[in-house]
T-cell receptor, first 114, second 115 residues
Framework: DVKVTQSSRYLVKRTGEKVFLECVQDMDHENMFWYRQDPGLGLRLIYFSYDVKMKEKGDIPEGYSVSREKKERFSLILESASTNQTSMYLC?????????????FGPGTRLTVT | AQKITQTQPGMFVQEKEAVTLDCTYDTSDPSYGLFWYKQPSSGEMIFLIYQGSYDQQNATEGRYSLNFQKARKSANLVISASQLGDSAMYFCAMREAFGNEKLTFGTGTRLTIIP
């Protein structure tokens, strides 16, 4: 079974802090994704990576950066956390291939910025 | 325009009844894929079913089936014989061939199964 893990289920940070959210997958997937989920808005893509050291902006990249130094690990960085970044953050991975290629999700990190 | 539209924010259904969750989509890409995910209260997203735009038959996976009407740009999820464990948020999503592998999600439908 594919396993995607995220470093924390719950996180509380203060405004202005630098925040790291870590995601690790164990299936050698090329593609990895970071989403945020807010009530009434569904999931929105922040950044994705299709290979080591490669990244592309999603729909809402402002205020975020990412790092992918190893294939299995994809980090989301909030350089200076703000209260409007309080949200549920979901990481996902996917093989780069034809067919359905569904994305496998981690359990999510609920981040609160105070 | 919204790429994925789920018009039912919430639904209540009696246990053992069938339920249809609506999803319409908008794309000009001839090649795309449609997905349904389930999110229980625990938070993880669980993949349920996939339909490719060129698939001739509607996808089925156990109690889940996808009613794909291409001309109407509709991809409704049908759950037969609903169970209490089906209570969850359900998200429809689309991947376009020229969309760089990303999924675009709808806003979701909260399904509650009543005993």
């Amino acid at each position: 079974d594919v396993k995607v893990t995220q470093s924390s289920r719950y996180l509380v940070k203060r405004t202005g802090e630098k925040v790291f959210l870590e995601c690790v997958q164990d299936m050698d997937h090329e593609n990895m994704f970071w989403y945020r989920q807010d009530p009434g808005l569904g999931l929105r893509l922040i950044y994705f990576s299709y290979d080591v050291k490669m990244k592309e902006k999603g729909d809402i990249p402002e205020g975020y950066s990412v790092s992918r130094e190893k294939k299995e690990r994809f980090s989301l960085i909030l350089e200076s956390a703000s209260t409007n970044q309080t949200s549920m953050y979901l990481c996902a991975s996917r093989e780069s291939r034809q067919g359905s290629g569904e994305q496998y999700f981690g359990p999510g990190t609920r981040l609160t910025v105070t | 325009a919204q790429k994925i539209t789920q018009t039912q924010p919430g639904m209540f259904v009696q246990e053992k009844e069938a339920v249809t969750l609506d999803c319409t989509y908008d794309t000009s890409d001839p090649s795309y894929g449609l997905f349904w995910y389930k999110q229980p209260s625990s938070g993880e997203m669980i993949f349920l079913i996939y339909q490719g735009s060129y698939d001739q038959q509607n996808a089925t996976e156990g109690r889940y089936s996808l009613n794909f009407q291409k001309a109407r740009k509709s991809a409704n999820l049908v759950i037969s014989a609903s169970q209490l464990g089906d209570s969850a948020m359900y998200f429809c999503a689309m991947r376009e061939a020229f969309g760089n592998e990303k999924l675009t999600f709808g806003t979701g439908t909260r399904l509650t199964i009543i005993p």
